[in-house]
């Protein structure tokens, strides 16, 4: 069954100074500044409930729930983005996929 209310989030000084510093840093990827957002915003003294931190944040309550269960859970680490099942992608260079169209070869017949 579903637990009705969220777990405060009580942040030490240190972390919140490193949640500010990666929201509001410009080479912080957006996903990773957002969740420090949800969490700033979650630990705010009036105890927002994940709905409340989703309507404020403009994402859905289950979003805001995972994050701060992440974080509660895990810290700082558990903000970033966790490893992605199956094999890489593999991207060949651009020079390679690339075949000389006709227009190439009517040229250099010339």
Do not use: K, Y
């Amino acid at each position: 069954m579903p637990n009705p209310r969220a777990r405060p989030v009580i942040l030490p000084e240190a972390d919140r100074q490193a949640l500010q510093r990666l929201s509001r840093a410009s080479s912080t990827p957006q996903a990773l500044a957002f969740r420090c957002r949800l969490i700033l915003r979650a630990a705010q003294g009036d105890r927002p409930t994940n709905g409340r931190v989703a309507g404020d944040l403009s994402c859905d309550r289950h979003t805001a729930a995972t994050w701060r269960q992440r974080f509660l859970d895990h810290g700082l680490t558990g903000l970033q983005d966790r490893p992605r099942p199956g094999r890489p992608p593999v991207v060949s260079p651009p020079a390679a996929r690339r075949r000389p169209g006709p227009g190439v070869r009517a040229a250099r017949r010339r």
